[in-house]
């Protein structure tokens, strides 16, 4: 069943989360408002849906870049219409493992399932490489900030940031250590070797075996480099040796100005090696199992709690409670249990001295089984994102002072209560109450908590109806990173649900978004005007890219993006010098000489932004090829027989690429 709704009118444009970071941190949690809806109800294992958005702005066309420090740039929206996902159990089942993935995007419940999206059939090793560094160096998936990222100290031990599902899901800002080990875990979960190296503690990267050589990769500033036969990903030991390497890339990542290069680091800082060699405790998925009455909620915003562990850079004397992380977004788990007897068995971890008791037609409740003894009843809830904050809520009737009612909670296991909550002898009567745990929790600095446990207990002294539980409410906020939530998109969006229970299952997904027409996108680039597409060049002859100007309906174009690539996917560039913004307007872009190679065939693509910094969609993928002769020299066509009666070919010289025989390099 799926019904979408039109909701009280609000203003169509959202404030950016900077903007409101004060405002949020400080406000009370509540259900965010949105102007549309859509709730779908699941009852099979695999569902699809469509959901339309309306307007014309969304968190992708609205893409920007800033600065962190040092030109290492992030990726925030100026515009963001989604506010809530709820997936939700309303049945009387356990649901296993729910999840939805929105337009393909953002598949990141496992390593397993990352990796379907990168690695293609029939790739190298080199490939499969370089298609990792691509998903571990895109500006949605992290972004180096020390001060701001979780934990400190050796990936050795912090294996926390180090997890790929953990960096892609909930922690933005990493830093060099983690993106390497990163790199370095999903290579090894494919059988490529690697490890991660330093120059001196001054930065790290990733190495990867292959082709009898180790190859760079740097994640966290968005870069590999080539050698001079500009095919060939060079090693730690070629850059030390020839820092040149290193200086005529393009460091950064596109949106980058470019960050000063690291070759001198290269050559005259210590190599500190440090191999993952059990990639087991960096493995972990975005696991749950949804009980009767629970349901997790993907939010946009936050209300400012976060953990940032052991990170003496973030939290100092003169500012206690840290430094927010970019992309934060504070969800929530929410566990109303059913007390009826059947699910209270199963939802409960223990009950003792405990009845469920239903009358009239009433919803069930909980009584002391026998007066004088405690009675009580204990959850634990799990998340699969850290819980940094909560409150239990709950409904009591209590008769009169003499009968017990206290509330604790216990991080971790269940050997560590504390007490939450105690009725005072004036609280008598229907008594409702909703208690902060966060100083229970106290995320900030401590290890991730994804598991705790609350208990419920009571005391009937007199009669057992003296005193009983009406309902529990428990909610957890957790930390989430914004940039892995499922978001809508401008258009027609599908939806493919799946979970992985073995029974019947209801469920309910609620889609709560808002739509922005402000600004009318520009139009893509479309079409080149050199090279031609899908014509040949010669090496001497191809200066510069040039396209269409883009045409925007209302403003002007601003700046434009660039890709080339050696694949028609585009998965990841030539070099990094050819994934660039070329802060210019003009829609041309003088090419770096001294790359691009001969007998290749090339793609590449452009979009626009337009003076609102609002992005149209890619162009069309052109291709050309590069050959060593003028294109523009006569062709000879030899006299046709019927047994070679087929197009004839340029009178190209039939040449092969070098041959660059370097020194054998020991076997790791």
Known sequence: MKKNTMKTSKPNFR????????????????????????????????????????????????????????????????????????????????????????????????VDDILADVIKPGMTDAEKALAIWAYVANTELQSHDN???????????????????????????SGCQFAAASISVLCEYIGLKARTAAMGSAHRIAEVWYDDDWHILDGDQRTFYLEKDNKTLASYDDIRNDPCLCDRNHDGGFASRGIKSRGSQYKNLPQNIIDINDIKPYLSTMAMTLRPGEKLIWRWDHIGKYRCGANDRNIKSDRPQGLLPYQLANGKMVYQPKLDSALLARGAVENVNIKSVAENGKPSRLLPAETGKPAYVVYKVSSAYPVVGGTVGVKLSRKTADQICRIYVSVYDANNWAEAWSAKDADTGELERKIAIDSALNPLPTPAIYNYYVKFEIQANNAASDVCINEICIESDVQMSGTSLPSLSVGENNVAYRDESNQDRRVRITHGWNENSMVIPPLAPEKPTSPDNGGQVSVAALKRFKWEPAKDPDGYIADYHIQISLRPDMLYPVSPVFDRIIFSAEPVWQIPQGWLRPYKTYYWRVRAKDSWGVWSGWSNVWQFSLIASPATQKVVKPAQTKEAAKPAEPNVPKQTEPNVVKPATATP
């Open 147 to 173: 001060d701001r990222r979780v934990d400190n100290g050796s990936i050795l031990i912090n294996k926390e940031l180090a997890n790929p599902v953990k960096l892609s899901n909930i922690y933005y800002c």
């Open 15 to 110: 404030l950016p989360i900077a903007m409101c970071m004060a405002i949020i941190a400080i406000a009370p949690y509540m259900r965010a408002e949105a102007a549309k809806e859509h709730v779908e109800e699941i009852t099979t294992a695999t569902h699809t849906y469509q959901i339309k958005m309306d307007g014309t702005l969304d968190e992708f066309n609205t893409a920007d870049y800033y600065d962190t420090y040092g030109n290492s740039m992030r990726f925030q929206s100026k515009f963001q219409p989604n506010e809530y996902v709820i997936i939700e159990n309303i049945g009387d089942t356990d649901v296993v493992n729910p999840r939805i993935v929105i337009n393909g995007r953002r598949n990141r419940f496992s």
